[in-house]
T-cell receptor
Framework: KQEVTQIPAALSVPEGENLVLNCSFT??????LQWFRQDPGKGLTSLLL?????REQTSGRLNASLDKSSGRSTLYIAASQPGDSATYLC???????????FGKGTTLSVSS | EAQVTQNPRYLITVTGKKLTVTCSQN?????MSWYRQDPGLGLRQIYY???????DKGDVPEGYKVSRKEKRNFPLILESPSPNQTSLYFC????????????FGSGTRLTVV
């Protein structure tokens, strides 16, 4: 059964720092990996989608990489800002393509 | 604007009083799904639908019902809510293509007292 783990569970950094969030999954047979952002008590906003044939995707200050063979993905945030403070969730398709399997998230706090 | 719309956003109800949370998407997506999010447990799938009239159980279906009579709508029904169904609920949709992304609604915070 697919399991997704995110490390660290929480992270505090000063504004301007570059940072990396980690995601690992146990079964490499995935269709996609998707990174989401969630503000407290709010919905999930899709940040980046990496298809299984891709190695990375970029959007503005965000860059996500995917290494299927090792079961890992990283989300790189450049020049962090207080507005980046949120919980970041990593999710992969299950083998049947019928569900997203989520990690528990990394809660990021960026101080000014 | 492409979106998944859930209603209501907040709901407080009493044990045993039937309720429906609506979900609608305007992207002509075949796939729709419901998740609940609980502290320490993360997001877990309740039910999903691959297309009209096709629904199936996810990981935590007990106490819930769904229907998919139209492509755009996928309501979640709690026929006799209990306090352990207090949670944050999300509806999601996606196209049926293999390399697709998911779009989520804004969530419904349900409290059962």
């Amino acid at each position: 059964k697919q399991e997704v783990t995110q490390i660290p569970a929480a992270l505090s950094v000063p504004e301007g720092e570059n940072l990396v969030l980690n995601c690992s999954f146990t079964d490499s047979a995935i269709y996609n990996l998707q990174w989401f952002r969630q503000d407290p008590g709010k919905g999930l906003t899709s940040l980046l989608l990496i298809q299984s044939s891709q190695r990375e995707q970029t959007s503005g200050r965000l860059n996500a990489s995917l290494d299927k063979s090792s079961g890992r993905s990283t989300l790189y945030i450049a020049a962090s800002q207080p507005g980046d403070s949120a919980t970041y969730l990593c999710a992969v398709d299950n083998q049947a393509g019928t569900a997203l399997i989520f990690g528990k998230g990394t809660t990021l706090s960026v101080s000014s | 604007e492409a979106q998944v719309t859930q209603n209501p956003r907040y709901l407080i109800t009493v044990t045993g009083k039937k309720l429906t949370v609506t979900c609608s998407q305007n992207m002509n997506h075949e796939y729709m799904s419901w998740y609940r999010q609980d502290p320490g447990l993360g997001l877990r799938q309740i039910y999903y639908s691959m297309n009209v009239e096709v629904t199936d159980k996810g990981d935590v279906p007990e106490g819930y019902k769904v229907s998919r009579k139209e492509k755009r709508n996928f309501p979640l029904i709690l026929e006799s809510p209990s306090p352990n169904q207090t949670s944050l609920y999300f509806c999601a949709s996606s196209s049926s293509a293999p390399h697709r992304g998911y779009t989520f609604g804004s969530g419904t915070r349900l409290t059962v007292v």
